[in-house]
């Protein structure tokens, strides 16, 4: 249980276009889910959260005109980088939680990662 | 706040050997605990946690950690390291006062010696 399905698994453009990356929960309800960027070697980075039906919650310094996050349903969230361009390249990875009982506590459930390389 | 402190970043082990990954974490409020696996180019993957109860959690492939409230500590350990284990570990705390967001310790990269 507790799937996280995130596609597409490798993208590659060029500068000045705009990708989205699907998350979706396949067998549960994520009522929030979150967005990271991880960087070669390095920690996962925070960038949003965001709970189904309302606004995204940016990190500080992350730019939310660039980095569009939508949660329409409980089951989908997506991120689009806007405009992209070579210093956006990065892995992109997303979690989902769910507030399920009392919600106290509950893991993140992590989708395999977006490789972006814009040329 | 929260803040995590995994100390190593590199840990080499030998196959059979016991593996220990140490994390320390701050929090203000009682703290929830992660341990999460990342192999290359992947998502992570929940080794195990520590909400409340019982100190000693034990998780998933035979990894296990324990809870030291005093110490403020939450080690991993693995008795006897298979070749599989070759991976990045994350420890990560959270709190409901927290909006249940994660912060991660920095990682320890484990490889394992045939």
């Known amino acids: 249980g507790a799937v996280v399905s995130q596609h597409p698994s490798w993208v590659i453009c060029k500068s000045g276009t705009s990708v989205k990356i699907e998350c979706r929960s396949l067998?549960?309800?994520?009522?929030?889910m979150f967005w990271y960027r991880q960087f070669p070697k390095q920690s996962l980075m925070l960038m949003a959260t965001?709970?189904?039906?309302?606004?995204?919650?940016?990190e500080q310094g992350v730019e939310k005109d660039k980095f569009l996050i939508n949660h329409a349903s409980l089951t989908l969230s997506t991120l689009t980088v806007t405009s992209a361009h070579p210093e956006d390249s990065s892995f992109y990875i997303c979690?989902?939680?769910?507030?399920?009982?009392?919600?106290?506590?509950?893991?993140?459930?992590f989708g395999d990662g977006t490789r972006l390389s814009i040329l | 706040a929260q803040s995590v402190t995994q100390l190593g970043s590199h840990v080499s082990v030998s196959e059979g050997a016991l593996v220990l990954l140490r994390c320390n974490y701050s929090?203000?409020?009682?703290?929830?605990l992660f341990w999460y696996v990342q192999y290359p180019n992947q998502g992570l993957q929940l080794l195990l946690k520590y909400t409340t109860g019982a100190t000693l959690v034990k998780g998933i492939n035979g990894f296990e950690a324990e809870f030291k409230k005093s110490e403020t500590s939450f080690h991993l350990t693995k008795p006897s390291a298979h070749m599989s284990d070759a991976a990045e570990y994350f420890c990560a705390v959270s709190a409901t006062s927290a909006g249940n967001k994660l912060t991660f310790g920095g990682g320890t990269r484990v490889l394992v010696k045939p």
């Open positions: 965001s709970n189904e039906g309302s606004k995204a919650t940016y």
């Open positions: 929090s203000s409020v009682p703290p929830y």
């Open positions: 067998d549960f309800q994520a009522t929030t």
């Open positions: 979690s989902a939680s769910t507030t399920q009982g009392t919600g106290i506590g509950q893991p993140q459930h």
